[in-house]
């Protein structure tokens, strides 16, 4: 069974830095695809960023620039280094697997504020 857990939500100022870890477990993180979403109250998610097995990135445009996606193979994790974050990156954080049907984890919550 697959399991996705994230970690390193807060709060931070306008600005300021976060990094996201989502561990992984019942899969490897360096034979599937791997991928940030967000979410805010009332829209749909939608998506930040990926990376791919072969390590290939990319990212949402809203982020490109400030956000970028690592993964770490040693300790099955992917990294989401959240730089010059705005009030607008405010939300819940998923991270998705594509191991199997697809898996998502529960979520770890940011706020940004001005």
């Known amino acids: 069974q697959v399991q996705l857990v994230e970690s390193g939500g807060g709060l931070v100022q306008a600005g300021g830095s976060l990094r996201l870890s989502c561990s992984v477990s019942?899969?490897?993180?360096?034979?599937?695809?791997m991928n940030w979403y967000r979410q805010t109250p009332g829209k749909q998610r939608e998506f930040v960023a990926h990376?791919?097995?072969?390590?290939?990135?990319n990212y949402a445009d809203s982020v490109k620039g400030r956000f970028t996606i690592s993964r770490d193979n040693a300790v099955n994790t992917v990294d989401l280094q959240m730089n010059s974050l705005k009030p607008e990156d405010t939300a819940v954080y998923y991270c998705?697997?594509?191991?199997?049907?697809?898996?998502w984890g529960q979520g770890t919550r940011v706020t940004v504020s001005s």
């Open positions: 998705f697997c594509t191991c199997g049907q697809g898996s």
């Open positions: 019942g899969s490897s993180v360096s034979t599937n695809a």
């Open positions: 990376i791919s097995p072969g390590g290939f990135t």
